[in-house]
């Protein structure tokens, strides 16, 4: 059985920086693309980050481009959301996700999620 665990989150000031991370388990992480998606109260979740089976492929939304930095390490199952510039527009509940194939298109094509950890960014 999968399994997608978050942790990470947190409450932070505008302009700081958190890092969250997520381990998969129970299939062979080296075969699938991860993704990092969030979620306000009344909207549609939304992609943040994905990151290819290798790593080498990388998307982020515009939001996020140039502030988010995801990453994997295939030794230990686990990628991470290295978040800078931190601003009040990030708050939301953070998923993450493991894709059904090594790539991430479509980026909504999730397998299984983790429960969701929790950031608030206050100004």
């Known amino acids: 059985q999968v399994q997608v665990v978050e942790s990470g989150g947190g409450s932070v000031q505008a302009g700081d920086s958190l890092i969250l991370s997520c381990t998969a388990t129970?299939?062979?992480?080296?075969?699938?693309?991860m993704g990092w998606f969030r979620q306000v109260p009344g909207k549609v979740r939304e992609i943040v980050a994905a990151?290819?089976?290798?790593?080498?492929?990388?998307y982020y939304s515009d939001s996020v481009k140039g502030r988010f930095i995801i990453s994997r390490d295939n030794t230990k199952y686990t990628i991470d959301l290295q978040m800078n510039s931190l601003e009040p527009e990030d708050t939301a509940v953070y998923y993450c996700?493991?894709?059904?194939?090594?790539?991430?298109?479509?980026?909504?094509?999730?397998?299984?999620w983790g429960q969701g950890t929790q950031v608030t960014v206050s100004s």
């Open positions: 996700g493991q894709y059904g194939t090594g790539t991430y298109y479509p980026l909504t094509d999730i397998d299984y």
């Open positions: 990151i290819s089976w290798s790593g080498q492929g990388r």
């Open positions: 129970g299939r062979n992480f080296v075969s699938y693309a």
